[in-house]
């Protein structure tokens, strides 16, 4: 019988990295202890799957297993106060990209899109959620970089590419071609280029087929769903 306060080991068998908790599974015990990531102190890495996780035992007010004062094997916290590699001056120059001709008419298109349905509609909605997503998204990059080269805890990635969903699409492309970050990782573009092209073929179905086949059936849905 395992007794709070007692040390234990285990290994880290499901992480929530967007929430911050996992569960730990230990040999013998027929649940898994959970472990949130206040716990854990800072870390150089966000914790992974199959990490091997010291920790002491402890319980909730509701009797529930927890990991309190935990530790990754093989990851030393880092002071705070301190880089995580010592004698290694951070570097915040960042060499960005030039756009292309692709990447200008990428940017431009919402705006123009925009500056259409305020023509046509006298509907400025459009342009401000746009302008205002887009600057919102691309300090949101510029800060998560920022904490890339410190090694402090990150933004989620669902949180940027919510942003993106949002209208903030052009400042995290820009962002990518400006400051370097997420332009590399492969699973990361494919999910941004998805909003991408969906906020430009609902543009393309409001302009060109009054929106009779994404907008409409979209808005029956959310009245029948609403109803």
Known sequence: MQLQGQKLEGYLVRWNDDRGFGFIQVAGQQRDVFLHISQLGRLPRRPEVGDTV?????MDGQGRLRAERASIQGLAKVNPG???RPGRKRSYEIQGRK???FAWLLLLAPAAFSFWVL???HNILPLLIYLFMSLFTFIA????KKKAIDQAWRTPESSLHFMELLGGWPGAFLAQYKIRH???KESYQVIFWLIVFLHLALWLDYLLFAGRWMWHPAAGLAE???R
């Open 141 to 144: 990059y510029a800060m998560d």
């Open 119 to 121: 023509y046509q509609d």
């Open 182 to 184: 997420k332009s590399r």
């Open 54 to 58: 010291d920790f002491e035992l402890g």
């Open 99 to 101: 756009l292309g001709i």
């Open 82 to 84: 301190l880089s995580s």
């Open 224 to 226: 029948a769903f609403f």
